[in-house]
C-alpha cells in the first residue's frame, strides 16, 4: 500500500485542505467557473462543499484534478508553504 501511496500526489493532503486552498486560490465564483456544481455557487462553505464531495466521486475527482493541476510543481501557480 505504501508504494501506491507513492504516486498520488494528494496523499496526505485532507479533502478540507483541497477545498480551503483552491477557494483561497480562486475564490467561490472562480471555483465554480472551473467545476459547474451547486455547492460552489448556491450559499458555498466548506462545509457544505465537503459534504457533497464526499458523497459525489466524480465531482470529488474533478475538484482533486484541479488541486493537483493548480499546486503541482510544474504549475506556474504553485503555492508557496
Not at 485532507?14 to 467561490?28: F, N
Not at 465564483?29 to 459534504?51: E, M, Q, T, W
Amino acid at each position: 500500500m505504501t508504494k501506491q501511496q507513492a504516486n498520488n500526489p494528494l496523499h496526505g493532503i485532507t479533502l478540507e485542505k483541497v477545498v480551503t486552498d483552491l477557494v483561497d486560490h480562486y475564490g467561490w465564483s472562480g471555483l465554480a467557473d472551473r467545476i459547474n456544481i451547486n455547492c460552489f455557487k448556491s450559499d458555498p462553505s466548506v462545509k457544505s462543499s465537503l459534504k457533497f464531495l464526499r458523497k459525489t466521486p466524480w465531482a470529488r475527482d474533478k475538484v482533486e484534478a484541479l488541486y493537483i493541476t493548480t499546486f503541482s510543481e510544474s504549475s506556474p501557480w504553485k503555492k508557496s508553504t
